[in-house]
């Protein structure tokens, strides 16, 4: 089972591996279906992912789609505790590494970062993995700001409603 479930994400591990972390972080330049409020620097980085607003979005995001999974009983090839477990114990801790290590090469350790990294990286995973079931176009949209070398780090307003803060 562990296996398959490795299998399953092993395409999404490779592209979050050749995402160029970091590195238009402050550039102002990003692409988004969202409207853009940007971050000026690193304190009010660390303080817009420190935001309750923007954890409860995260979390709603993600129920979103274990929700639907779970509540609707839906015949999925593994059960959703098991990828979390296989992608935890067997994928995140390298990968969060890679990831983080980018972070602190640019701008310097920070566990409210690594905590956002690790969270992210995990629901990027497991969103893959069961992206057959159900998108979650929020994260997809995460997603692609990573992969332009931006950090998105919180929300101004009420979703959908505001914009999105990147750094």
Known sequence: MEEMIEK??????????????FENCGSMNAISKYDISYSK?????????????????????????????????????????????VIKMNILPELSDHVEKRWNIKYGESEVIKS????????????YAFREYKEEPFHNELLNIYEQGCFPCGWKGTYPEGKIIIF
């Open 8 to 21: 399953s994400v092993n395409d999404m591990v490779e592209r979050l591996k050749n995402i160029s972390w």
């Open 41 to 85: 620097d690193i304190e009010s980085t660390i303080k817009h992912c420190s935001s309750t607003r923007w954890a409860n979005l995260l979390l709603d995001k993600w129920q979103d789609v274990s929700s639907y999974i779970t509540v609707y009983r839906v015949e999925t090839k593994y059960r959703w505790n098991d990828v979390i477990k």
């Open 116 to 127: 956002i990294i690790k969270s992210n990286l995990l629901f990027f995973l497991a969103l």
